[in-house]
Nanobody, 126 residues
Framework: QVQLVESGGGLVQAGGSLRLSCAASGRTFDSYLIGMGWFRQAPGKEREFVASTNWNGGTTSYADSVKGRFTMSRDNRKKAVYLQMDNLKPEDTAVYYC?????????????????WGQGTQVTVSS
């Protein structure tokens, strides 16, 4: 099993920044190569891909809507992943979820991730 806990959400004005953190734990996380992802879900919309990283953080992938503004990183020693969000826009408002998948590579579909955190709210005011 893998347990994930997000933190760092909040209210910020457009153009501002936030840094989300996701702490991972569990025997599965310690035993397998784990790919990590960030997703978001706005009210009335489907959950969408934001970013993902491979097992060691050496490769990352981003949704077109956040490229150049968001940066995903991971620290396996701390069992944590991060999402630095800069130049935030009102359309970035959503609940942001951290997710984990078995296997070392990049994954961008929610169905590829069996493990999810509880989510953290990000609200960007105009």
């Amino acid at each position: 099993q893998v347990q994930l806990v997000e933190s760092g959400g909040g209210l910020v004005q457009a153009g501002g920044s936030l840094r989300l953190s996701c702490a991972a734990s569990g025997r599965t996380f310690d035993s397998y190569l784990i790919g990590m992802g960030w997703f978001r879900q706005a009210p009335g919309k489907e959950r969408e891909f934001v970013a993902s990283t491979n097992w060691n953080g050496g490769t990352t992938s981003y949704a077109d809507s956040v490229k150049g503004r968001f940066t995903m990183s991971r620290d396996n020693r701390k069992k944590a992943v991060y999402l630095q969000m800069d130049n935030l826009k009102p359309e970035d408002t959503a609940v942001y979820y951290c997710a984990a998948a078995l296997g070392p590579g990049l994954k961008s579909r929610p169905t590829e991730y069996p493990y999810w955190g509880q989510g953290t709210q990000v609200t960007v005011s105009s």
